[in-house]
């Protein structure tokens, strides 16, 4: 499975960014079935859950500190996920990085995730 991620750069505090995840024709059919996450990940820290939507698109789950600013989405039939940054803090600057589940639904752990994308880095100065 190859995935792309696209769309980091850096921005003001209070800016919004778009990230994009797409994955290549070939590996469409795994990702429509699959629950989709981001997770993030700053120097020196763990790689962290940030968010992530079932294989519908129905349910999602949000860490606690981008409930409210951060919004996952995806297009099957584009076989890509977005994920909308908004009201972005310094706090947020980090590497995201898109996942393909294991399941046809979300989770927090990293462990569930079998397929990731390269990264895409996210600085939010102040």
């Known amino acids: 499975v190859q995935l792309q991620a696209s769309g980091g750069g850096l921005v003001q505090a209070g800016g919004s960014l778009r990230l994009s995840c797409a994955a290549s024709?070939?590996?469409?059919?795994?990702?429509?079935?699959?629950?989709l996450g981001w997770f993030r990940q700053s120097p020196g820290k763990e790689r962290e859950f940030v968010v992530g939507?079932?294989?519908?698109?129905?349910?999602?789950m949000y860490a606690d500190s981008v409930k409210g600013r951060f919004t996952i989405s995806r297009d099957n039939t584009k076989n890509t996920v977005y994920l909308q940054m908004d009201s972005l803090e310094p706090e947020d600057t980090a590497v995201y990085y898109c996942?393909?589940?294991?399941?046809?639904?979300?989770?927090?752990?990293?462990?569930?995730?079998?397929?990731w994308g390269q990264g895409t880095q996210v600085t939010v100065s102040s």
């Open positions: 024709a070939r590996t469409a059919r795994t990702i429509s079935n699959n629950g």
């Open positions: 996942a393909v589940s294991r399941t046809p639904y979300a989770s927090p752990r990293r462990d569930s995730y079998s397929y």
């Open positions: 939507v079932n294989w519908k698109g129905q349910s999602t």
